[in-house]
C-alpha cells in the first residue's frame, strides 16, 4: 500500500504544466529583460548610440543587429514579463528603426524576459497582425503591465486553421496548454 502512495505521489508531481502564464514573473532587477532588434542598414554608422537607446530603461541586455536589407521586419515579440514601460520603450523604437510594428509574436515562442524588434525569426503561424488603431491603444501610456499583457495575449490568439497551398489545414505552429 506505501508504494501505492508514492507512485500516486511521484504521478502528482509530475503532471503536465498547462499554465505557464500563471507562473510568477521574476523581478528584472533579479533576471533582466534582453531585447533583439534588427535595424536598417541605413543607421550602422549610429549603432552605438541606437544600443544605448534601447538599453536606456535599465535592467536590459541588448543584442542589436544590422539588417542586410533596407527596412527590416515590422515584427515584435515581447515576453509574459516584460513590464509595460520596457514594451512600449521597445515599440517605441521599433517605429523610429524599423518602420512600426504590424505584426506581434505570439508568447509561448518566445523567453518570458525576452522581447525582439524587427524580428524575422518567426514564421507566419506563430504572429498576428494587429491594426493601427490596436498598436495605439497597446501604446496607451496608462496602461499597467498586467493590462498591457493581458491585451497583448488577445491580440495574438493564433487560429486553428491557416491557409495553405490553397485550403484551410491545421496550424502546424498551435501551442496547446499542454505544450
Not at 543584442?63 to 515584427?75: C, D, K, Q, T, W
Not at 497597446?138 to 495574438?156: C, H, K, V
Request: overall charge positive; aromatic content about 12%.
Amino acid at each position: 500500500m506505501k508504494f501505492f502512495y508514492f507512485f500516486a505521489f511521484l504521478f502528482l508531481l509530475s503532471g503536465t504544466n498547462i499554465g505557464h502564464a500563471k507562473e510568477h514573473c521574476l523581478s528584472i532587477s533579479q533576471k533582466p529583460v534582453k531585447v533583439e532588434a534588427w535595424v536598417s542598414k541605413k543607421y550602422e554608422k549610429n549603432y552605438r548610440n541606437i544600443r544605448r537607446e534601447f538599453a536606456e530603461m535599465g535592467n536590459t541586455k541588448v543584442g542589436l543587429f544590422i539588417y542586410p536589407a533596407e527596412n527590416p521586419s515590422r515584427v515584435v515579440a515581447i515576453g509574459r514579463c516584460v513590464p509595460v514601460y520596457m514594451a512600449q520603450h521597445f515599440m517605441k523604437k521599433a517605429w523610429k528603426y524599423s518602420l512600426g510594428t504590424t505584426h506581434l509574436v505570439h508568447q509561448g515562442f518566445v523567453s518570458s524576459h525576452w522581447a525582439g524588434v524587427g524580428t524575422s525569426l518567426f514564421s507566419e503561424n506563430s504572429m498576428n497582425s494587429i491594426t493601427s488603431e490596436q498598436l495605439n491603444k497597446l501604446m496607451d501610456e496608462n496602461l499597467d503591465t498586467e493590462s498591457f499583457q493581458e491585451m497583448y495575449r488577445a491580440l495574438t490568439v493564433q487560429k486553428e486553421k491557416v491557409s495553405a497551398f490553397g485550403l484551410m489545414l491545421d496550424n502546424p505552429k498551435l501551442i496547446t496548454k499542454n505544450q
